[in-house]
């Protein structure tokens, strides 16, 4: 079939209009695929993977737009194309019925009460409206992954200085004031705060505390690179103090994947003298106990551990709602392996280090030994669990949790090797995810199973939210369910449910055991929080700058919000951006 491309150079549309546009050109007469893509690597490998390559493909830059089509006629392509761009520029009139400001700093001229901007955009252009939002006295929390460490860095001294939180980079979660800030679920408000260096964890955590009986002040997200060395946990312990000093939260988890050692001692010497009980689930990375600190091993302890705390009722137990040797009794004698595709990286992490109890060493893209790396991150081997949130999966194109897509095609390539056991995945609900994830799901599920013919795999899945969220997770769990896929109540649960089905099919465990982090002998010095603080009275009112679903999400919630008409400065052009930055040095 022809194949027709079309390249717009400096053209910047979010990844969001993207993928529905990407809808809508693949929907169009005698399409068989359509790409409506930035020219990150990464999407045109995955363009040229798709049987979408064209000639000028390898001239485009990251920051060109492009659109291409297969039909069965030239003619049909090209027309899918020009539909392709009508619908873009709907998309653009529809956005912009009025004025809106294309600064920071204009757009609280427009919202003199904005205490917080919520910064979504290309982590290379991330630095320039985060440095504006905190030189205008507003905290930042910068969803955007890819930023450079050492904008972080500056970013976070930056913040500290003025006494302002910056969540992120990479942060996806928060909770403040009672508002969903990213992806974050709807949770009873309660006692117990969080810090997160972990976004699926803290969704985890929080949804876990509202189905145990439990309810939440605030959750501080952090980005999972401030417990590294180089950013020494700023962020942690700015939300640890705060929480200290919020006269509404009785008990503090914290969460995480492994901090560096010497940073965890620090923020542990930090719990163990703030004065109330504090649980620790850094996943994979015990904490010496003692002193009001509680170790969790899994993020559903650390919330059965939190409510126990804050209401002194045990949640009680929860068992597996399936049979692990009646399931491996299904499966053909080759079909061994378990595979894992998550959306969060947290719950990834997680199910890594309790695989490796049933199954032996796990390959991932993540993985917790460096010999066990999967390389290429798009071909399994043995047990396997891949983080299909991480960069390699990101760049340029929308998380897993907004957009399926490429989840599903490996859910297809997983289930059709003959080796493959169980397929083990995550669903992640909540303010900002996708509408309707196990209804992307169950119809590729119902298609598997009808192709079997005779050879089944176990699909083992949890849904992370709570009934509460837009998408209500009990219709979730039950279309999910319908559909075949063995449904567990927490992460945990399910990968317990996947290991001991790999178990019954022959494979051994390796645990995977670490000694205890111990506290560093003294607490590091309290930083001033009394801005934070003030910042968590309230729900926060919000500049928004990048994805417009976030501030759609913000208005349903009834938070004051105003978007910036953000484009990437100099057009986008590296060598003018280059220039600016001299300029500015």
Known sequence: MPVVGLIRRGAYVDSVALMLVQREARA????????????TEANKALLRAAGLDFPDLATAGPDDLVLVARAATEDAARAAIALAEEALARRRQAAAPGYRPRTVASAVRQLPEATL???SVPGRFA???????????????LFSDNVPLADEIALKARAAARGLLCMGPDCGTAIVGGAALGFANRVRRGTIGLVGAAGTGLQEVTSLIHRFGGGITHAIGTGGRDLSVAVGGVTMLQGLRALVLDPATEVIVLVGKPPAPEVAATLLAAARACGKPVVVCFVGAPVEAGGGVQNATTLEEAARLAVRRATGADPGGLGLRALPAQEAARLQPEQRYVRGLYAGGTLCYEALVLLRGHVGPVASNTPLVPEEQLDPPTRSRGHTVVDMGADEFTQG?????????????RLQQEAADPETAVVLF???LGYGAHPDPAGALVPVVRALRAQGAGRSVCLVASVCGTDDDPQDAAAQRAALVDAGVLVEDSNARAVRLAGLIAEARGSRGAPWSRTPIAPAEAPPPWPDVSAVRRL??????VINVGLELFAESLQEQGVPVVSVDWQPPA????????????LEA
Do not use: F, N, S
């Open 117 to 119: 901007a919520l910064i």
């Open 536 to 541: 968590l009275q309230a729900p926060p009112a």
């Open 426 to 428: 995550d669903v992640v």
């Open 397 to 409: 194109r929308l998380h897993p949790m907004l957009d399926p897509t490429l989840r599903l095609q």
């Open 28 to 39: 169009a007469p005698g399409v068989e695929e359509a790409g409506c893509v930035m020219a």
């Open 571 to 582: 057009g986008g052009k590296k060598h003018l951006l280059d220039l600016l930055d001299k």
């Open 127 to 141: 630095r320039g409206p985060a440095q504006e939002a905190l030189d205008a006295g507003l905290h930042v929390l």
